[in-house]
């Protein structure tokens, strides 16, 4: 079974920083791409970063550009997303995703259960 569980969300102020982590298990994590997405509630979901399953090429929605960096761990089986300058519209749940295969394009089979961000003042 599939199991994507994320950590690091919570309240911060405009212009700090957070790091999201995301521990996998139940599938082959190093042959897999991975990505972040995030949902406000009654919108879309935004894909805003992918990377693909070695780790070595990552591509950003321009939403976050130039301020998101993501990560792929395979020996440890686990993925980040540093986050720095927040915004307000950064307000988001943040979900861990599983690639449908080990590019970076943003389509994904799984999800976790997310993690709330909240930047505020």
Known sequence: EVQLVESGGGLVQPGGSLRLSCVAS??????YGMMWVRQVPGSEFECIATITARGGYA??????????TISKDNAK????????????????MYYCAKGTDNSNL???SHRG???????SS
């Open 106 to 108: 943003c389509k994904w």
């Open 59 to 68: 591509r950003y929605a321009d939403s976050v550009k130039d301020r998101a």
């Open 26 to 31: 139940g599938f082959g994590f190093p042959v």
């Open 113 to 119: 259960q997310g993690t709330q961000v909240t930047v």
């Open 77 to 92: 089986n686990t993925l980040d997303l540093e986050l720095n300058s927040l915004r307000t519209e950064d307000t988001a």
